[in-house]
């Protein structure tokens, strides 16, 4: 397989670790208490998420072309019950679900795209199946990003362009790549 038979996938696989940067940043800022966090009646706190993140790449992964990405043993309402998770415990969650995106993503060929798969009994093609994925995880960054930000126990470092400072960043613009 060349570079030429992956160019799709490795733009695709740069927006996910692009995203899960971004999140790891964020977390990386948020006291260890302030994982569990929950900020009001219904919302889940960044431990909650990253569980349900984890929860769901494993399952739509794991055997992505050939077995429903909604598996039988995923206990999804389990991944947002309400239990305190030390930083080691939300970081294992985290690492298990990028995992499966790191080895299954990661080998597919620009041909795959076009392939059918089945999540929740609905077929799409393996892109559509992806951007859906892509959107997912970035919904939930944004989550992450937010509580982060209202937890944050010092200045925040900013993980985009500080406000102000767009002229600057226009000059050297330094984030448009995705990371490797």
Same mark, same amino acid.
Request: contains cysteine; proline residues 4%.
């Given at each position: 397989?060349?570079?030429? $038979? ?5 733009? +695709?696989? /740069?927006? %996910?670790?692009?995203?899960?940067? +971004?999140? #790891? /940043? ?10 569990? %966090? ?6 889940? @706190? ?7 993140? @984890? /929860?769901?790449?494993? @399952?739509?992964?794991? $055997? ?8 039988? *043993?995923? #206990? !999804?309402?389990?991944?947002?019950? $309400? !239990?305190?998770?030390? =930083? ?5 969650? *985290? ?7 790191? =080895?299954?993503? /990661?080998? +597919? ?22 951007? =859906? ?13 937010? +509580? ?8 925040? $470092?900013?993980? @985009? ?10 000059? !050297?613009?330094? !984030? ?5």
């Amino acid at each position: 397989m060349t570079a030429t $038979d992956r160019a799709l996938i490795s733009d +695709l696989m /740069g927006e %996910y670790r692009r995203y899960r940067l +971004l999140a #790891e /940043g964020a977390m990386a800022q948020m006291p260890d208490e302030a994982l569990n %966090y929950v900020p009001t009646t219904d919302c889940n @706190s960044v431990a909650m998420i990253v569980a349900h993140m @984890s /929860g769901n790449l494993q @399952s739509r992964f794991t $055997d992505f072309l050939t077995v429903d990405g909604e598996k039988p *043993w995923r #206990e !999804r309402d389990e991944e947002f019950a $309400d !239990r305190t998770c030390t =930083r080691a415990e939300v970081m294992a969650f *985290w690492t298990a679900g990028w995992a499966v995106v790191e =080895r299954e993503v /990661g080998a +597919l060929s620009d041909a795959d795209l076009s392939r059918v798969v089945t999540i929740r009994q609905h077929s799409l093609t393996v892109h559509a199946a992806l951007c =859906r994925s892509i959107a997912h995880v970035a919904y939930h960054v944004g989550q992450i990003v937010l +509580l982060a930000r209202i937890t944050a126990d010092k200045p925040w $470092d900013s993980l @985009s362009i500080p406000k102000g400072k767009s002229v600057e960043y226009n000059q !050297r613009p330094t !984030r448009e790549k995705a990371p490797t």
